[in-house]
């Protein structure tokens, strides 16, 4: 809610107000705009009642902001949120490719992918140590030990590393990883968003099967609230009622998001479509219609791969797809 | 997978193929059929080489469960699951209502709604004390002293306490909890659905919004694997494009899960419609085609209910749904 | 839109505005309510200015309907609407059964389901001539023949004909049709829409398989506005991601759509899930939550049937069914 | 279906095949691969007992397609179909854009937009003349009149026409159009589809909001089974549970049609956003992802149109994806 208050109001009325709103639990920002001084009101504030207030002599208006989220939102902080993970950034012009196997099966391996996809030009390297899948029989991730296993091929290479928490009780191993990943069936864990907004971490929020956008920008605003403000959305797909593709990547979000909120877009093409052969043509799709960094599935070997082979690139698809997506940004005029 | 073995097999031959099965990782379930012996295997089948066990001398056929749930199948289990709530049961033909207000919100509150939906009718009493809120700065719920309130609410009606956990470290608090929650938005928190597969405890678990039913049988096998068997399924409305109702009940979760699984299948009309003036009509419709029971949200007073007020029924209106159900279980002929 | 106006309006004021309003294309329909006069406008109201309007001394408010569908708006029209064919009765209060094969495939099949359906209680006998199928390749039904086939049938048994129309130029053939029905396919089709306005036959209109509820009421209002207000509508499954029933029956779009509009609303459970098995069950829920009637597809051999065949169910399953029917209407109170 | 003969097999023992299967209703196409004979069935390949076919001496194995499309197939026709609508191509490394107004409004206005449409590198002109709505009292289109501007738009500018037919009794009227197109609504009116396959005009086939696309290429099979191969496919959005945009543009059917069929593909970027500030990103992200085309709406005052303002571009904002896609298909290496 924003409360746009009459120029030249005395300041005594002003305090009061605002000792008022303090009162029922809201965090007020001041801003001006022309003559005008403006309230932010940060929290909940279905506790004030708009028609009151509208009757004081001092107010000008009462704006509510239907989307509730505040912090994530583009209409209090205009400018492009940069997440900086030790140097390699993403947003507000910068472009940045995360890449690697769905699962860290050994050193060798990762350190190999490691290897191969920084020479092509990827900034990040991904690797799932906790898996979360479907059926409790599947193989769940090699655990603390594919931690350790992307510590030393970040060593290796250079490359921060990005992985994924399913549980606020894993914390304590993620020291040394430079993104965390908060997968799709997790977006609406309240009490894990929770814990990762008191670290300060960058978060990776993918977005759930069938979540709009605005809740999405929800579970970004709870980590924010907690006061980690590092957070980058990523769109990997919804659910709808085509089978041929795994899922539906849902492309205009990259506009929305962008038009939604300041916080930096990545695209996931490879569990937006499942299908390897469908990668390149989708990651040149979001490279063209801005989004701030791409997520890609590379395995040394997809045919052996241990979770999600048929959707991962070989090494040298990958080198195609990152030759291919530079002219793309080049082409659209998005250089960083 | 059920491997059927020829009649007047060896036993020495029959336990080599039990040994290499075991050496795989599989659990072997041994059964008699006719004059066949069935071996159901239990765990990740995706290691046998099917047409390998094909050849073998002592093979009549092999037949591969597709669903790959094992210990929800119905296939396997062909008796009705009838879970126990110290005394109040549910499944194979009880019938059981769950009611009570989306929060916990004062003892006076929660005691007196209990007591009115006892009167009705009703076996069981829900209440939210951790509430998963899209908001971060919506109301969270009572937390602990929710749930102190909810186990006094239990000593004075005797009515077993159905409420929702949304993280394992809370666990401890859920003691004198008599049946726990899963939510929708929870129903792939693969770690928290593994810690409440190493407690005893009867679970509620809900469709999440954009899962299959086959998803939901995979979370409650999490569950059943980790050894507690006491699920009971819950539907709860789905996301669909049509905006008139928060959600589409799909109805027809009841009799496919009945198809495909052997635990009780409960609806929520309160939470697929989002609408109160509809909970008559889709309670109706939920006792009509077979559901093991009904979950309604009953607030003494709707319209300043902290969380969910629109589709929360008065005890009034409550008892007039439960009249009406009472009809519809005699007409179809289910009168547990 | 409805304009309220102010008590004590002058007559000379009020014509002024009427004729203003006509002037805009606007059909105005005057009534009463307290001792207001309120101008119910119907047509495309975007034409006029509201804020203009309400600043006129003698109106006292102006509500915008949201909803675009007047004619099949129950706001307009409180009362139930029955729809008479030839005697048997649907709505307000009045159930119909409409049972019969998916497609007509021979005089002694037609015949012979159409007795054992009435001696069921079927009160309709429906049969599909012209067939929209998916494939250009496949059984497209009997066509005028097939019309034949069922007038036939009527005369056997008395029963009203349901058949389903594609194309405006076949409307010769279907005089002798009591009902016709409009497929899920050409729910937009305006053009067969504006056609069968123009006819005064009943119209069973079927929703779309993605299409919102106010769709379907805007569609019924296509052939409403032409001037045929019998139109009978059609809940037969919508399209979400879940695969294991062939659509998603949205039980509730009968409560939704009780509340939104006078016209009868229909339940067709066996294309809303595509198996037979389910039909039992959805066509119970169906009556216990106040449709005015449902639509079953019966076959004399449903194997091998030239379409449709594992949703069909036998004359004996369908005594079945419609035992269960009876008891669940008597249960919830509508019995005529 | 296809058969596979093994080599060396005799003329009449094939013969013998042949006749059977043509008895049975099936159109069989002869071709070589290697040393063996393909026999490839067309029609309802139901009818034929596959393991009754394969037992037969002569046959190698059988193959059964599972897309019941033919005609449509990449499989049986491995080249990319080039459209050429009056020496504007389209497909096969041909690249359309097809650009207008939504509806055909005045004469002055058609040609004035056809006219910078052409200028900025337009290679057709599209404008609604029938227009479906969903409300029976929102603007219907000019109809035949509008036709007549578009044949005026057509002589000043050189530019061939695009416009939706929505009734097969109005194609004397499309005389002069040169591409006719299928809107969403009317994708599964397979009346209208076999009316359109006995012309020779190319059609403009939009996917329905809730179709899959194998859906959709059955409905190109109609048109194409009555002779008419002339059908270029066009990806508008489908119906998702997202509220942000109008529809959900399926981007991946763009590699996803391309890899199951050899017709051209084009993206409608205004129709599934619904925004006209969002198109520019979605047409370079069409453009990346080797769509052989797209539509855009264009308006000279997207204010004041009488339909879908707005999501329509201005001229100016025209001119600027022009550029813009320019550059990204010169990126991607695709120049015709």
Same mark, same amino acid.
């Not at 605002?18 to 279905?46: A, K």
């Given at each position: 809610m924003i409360i746009t208050l009459k120029?030249? *109001?005395?300041?005594? =009325?002003?305090? =009061?107000?605002?000792?008022? &709103? $303090?009162?029922?639990? &809201?965090?007020? %920002? /001041? $801003?001006?705009? %022309?003559?005008?001084? &403006? &309230?932010?009101?940060?929290?909940? *504030? $279905? /506790?004030?009642? /708009? $028609? !009151? /207030?509208? !009757?004081?002599n001092m107010v000008q208006n009462v704006r509510k902001i239907s989307a509730p989220y505040k912090k994530a939102n583009r209409l209090f902080h205009p400018k492009d949120t940069v997440v900086d993970v030790h140097g390699t950034k993403i947003g507000g012009g910068y472009f940045s490719v995360i890449a690697g196997p769905c699962s860290v099966e050994s050193e060798e391996q990762i350190i190999g992918i490691a290897k191969r996809v920084k020479a092509a030009g990827a900034t990040m390297l991904r690797g799932g140590a906790f898996k979360p899948r479907t059926s409790p029989y599947a193989f769940q991730g090699m655990k603390a030990d594919g931690i350790e296993l992307l510590v030393k091929a970040k060593k290796a290479t250079g490359l921060p590393i990005v992985t994924e928490i399913m549980n606020e009780n894993h914390l304590p191993l993620f020291e040394e990883v430079d993104v965390i990943q908060v997968g799709a069936r997790n977006m609406q864990n309240f009490e894990l968003l929770k814990a990762l907004g008191k670290t300060r971490k960058p978060i990776l929020l993918k977005r759930g099967l069938a979540n709009t956008l605005k809740e999405l920008l929800m579970s970004a605003e709870y980590i924010m609230a907690g006061g980690n403000e590092n957070v980058i959305l990523c769109e990997r797909g919804i659910r709808t009622f085509e089978p041929y593709t795994r899922n539906t990547l849902d492309i205009s979000a990259v506009p929305a998001l962008h038009e939604l909120t300041h916080l930096p877009v990545v695209v996931d093409p490879s569990h937006a479509t499942g299908k390897a052969s469908f990668v390149d043509s989708m990651a040149s799709a979001a490279a063209a219609c801005g989004a701030d960094g791409i997520m890609i599935e590379v395995h040394n070997d997809p045919a052996h791969a241990l979770s999600d082979g048929p959707q991962s690139l070989t090494p040298d698809q990958f080198d195609g797809v990152m030759e291919k997506i530079r002219r793309v940004r080049a082409a659209v005029g998005t250089e960083n």
């Open positions: 120029p030249h *109001t005395e300041e005594e =009325q002003k305090d =009061q107000l605002m000792r008022w &709103l $303090s009162g029922r639990g &809201l965090e007020v %920002d /001041v $801003s001006e705009e %022309d003559d005008h001084e &403006l &309230l932010r009101l940060i929290g909940d *504030t $279905s /506790v004030v009642d /708009v $028609s !009151m /207030v509208e !009757m004081l």
